[in-house]
């Protein structure tokens, strides 16, 4: 089980030391240096321009009739914010303690598959980002770094797998990412089989990839992604492989035996989950709860905390919001640490979740664009946007730490 009477690790706090630089808000006033993005929304048309069609398309699309992506925002946006005035408001602490660490903000980097296509070893560099502005961020399993890499370069990293009902797959699969030292687990649930992504097959986005004279164009008319990316990648790791696939490695992205690197999920239930338990002694972690009772046998199975999570609208679409599925989650999960994904774009946004009860948020597409724009530094950037929204909204609102938030700064709009 996981280790929750662990002394706690410091890995970041939002309230500066003597040696630290000035807080957020000391510079809040500051104008922006020029052409940098001046919030997460204005990495995406950036990134569009950067990327290749098909690259694009793959990060920025959902499924069928995109319901469950603009259903995520719609539900952020039916929630307003209420103020209180005329408190003490000087000293702000963001920072949130999690599994036993303390993290400088309440908010995370989500997993995200294929990173390193977008962003030259783009798993290694979210990481890197990541730790070192100490907030969590997932691995995904469908990248294509090998997840002791990312391990080494950014310690304290959280990896997401997604697991068949197959025990001589289960076994050295836990046992691989234990040895690289990850201590937290994020198990997705909610990928029983391949969902229907029409708008894949409309940008010409494939897996396996398939070379074509639209492809190979596409990446032709991108020089600095084909150049900065790709070229770099094949001279110095050869052609990309789903490397954490399985316990021994896995297939180029060219190989038409990919679809069956990651086995049969549509086999995967909650007796799955008890042997995945007994065999990982680190945090263990569901996500893609949307259901209550879902939450209950999560508790009940000995699992340390849920992600709340329609998979950014990327599976089944008319699927519920996630931030309107969080309200009846939380009400099930007891004590249970519950984190949601899905559409947050603002630190507002992070804030309405945090007010209902959420104890973390994660946010996906935004810094995969940031990588593919402004690498390491893009990401950066992206987290301490997040940052300062966060620490401005939370003067504004009348609380001085986020423990402060309740369902009372909260107005639903009908």
């Known amino acids: 089980m996981a280790h929750h009477d662990q002394p706690v690790e410091v890995v970041g706090s939002a309230t500066p030391s003597a040696t630290s630089p000035p807080p957020l808000s000391a510079t809040l006033g500051a104008p922006a240096a020029p052409g940098l993005p001046l919030s997460l929304k204005d990495y995406e048309p950036l990134a569009r321009r950067r990327l290749p069609r098909a690259l694009f398309g793959y990060i920025s699309g959902a499924c069928e009739d995109n319901c469950s992506m603009t259903g995520n925002r719609a539900a952020l946006q039916r929630l307003l914010l209420v103020t209180r005035v005329l408190r003490d408001v000087s000293s702000r602490d963001f920072s949130r303690t999690l599994f036993g660490r303390t993290w400088a903000a309440p908010f995370g980097i989500a997993p995200m598959g294929l990173s390193a296509m977008m962003a030259y070893r783009g798993d290694t560099m979210l990481a890197r980002a990541a730790r070192a502005e100490r907030i969590p961020m997932i691995m995904s399993s469908t990248s294509l770094v090998p997840l002791e890499e990312v391990a080494s370069a950014a310690p304290g990293s959280w990896y997401q797998a997604y697991l068949p009902a197959d025990h001589d797959w289960i076994e050295p699969m836990v046992g691989r990412i234990s040895r690289a030292g990850y201590e937290t687990l994020v198990l997705t649930v909610d990928v029983p089989v391949n969902a229907n992504r029409e708008n894949l097959v409309k940008c010409g986005f494939t ?82 709860i949307l259901h209550p009772e879902d939450a209950k046998l999560a508790r009940a199975a000995g699992v340390d905390g849920i992600i709340v999570s329609n998979h950014g609208g990327r599976q089944l679409d008319s699927a519920i919001a996630s931030l309107d599925a969080l ?52 990401v950066a950037h992206a987290i301490r946007l997040v940052k300062a929204e966060i620490d401005r909204n939370m003067a504004m609102m009348g609380v001085s730490t986020i423990g402060e938030l309740n369902r009372d700064f909260l107005h639903a709009v009908v």
């Open 207 to 288: 897996i396996p990839l398939r070379p074509s004279l639209r492809l190979a164009f596409d990446g032709i008319s991108h020089p600095v992604w084909l150049t900065k990316v790709f070229a770099r990648t094949l001279l110095r790791h050869g052609m990309p492989r789903f490397v954490n696939a399985k316990p021994s490695g896995g297939e180029p992205i060219l190989s038409r035996h990919v679809d069956r690197e990651f086995g049969q999920r549509d086999r995967l239930t909650w007796g799955s989950v008890a042997e995945i338990r007994r065999r990982w002694k680190g945090n263990l972690v569901i996500k893609g």
């Open 327 to 378: 309200p009846r989650v939380l009400d099930a999960a007891g004590t249970m640490p519950v984190m949601i994904d899905g559409g947050f774009r603002r630190g507002s946004e992070v804030m309405k979740a945090l007010a209902l009860g959420a104890q973390m948020v994660f946010i996906g597409r935004p810094f995969l664009y940031a990588a593919a724009v402004g690498g390491e530094e893009g």
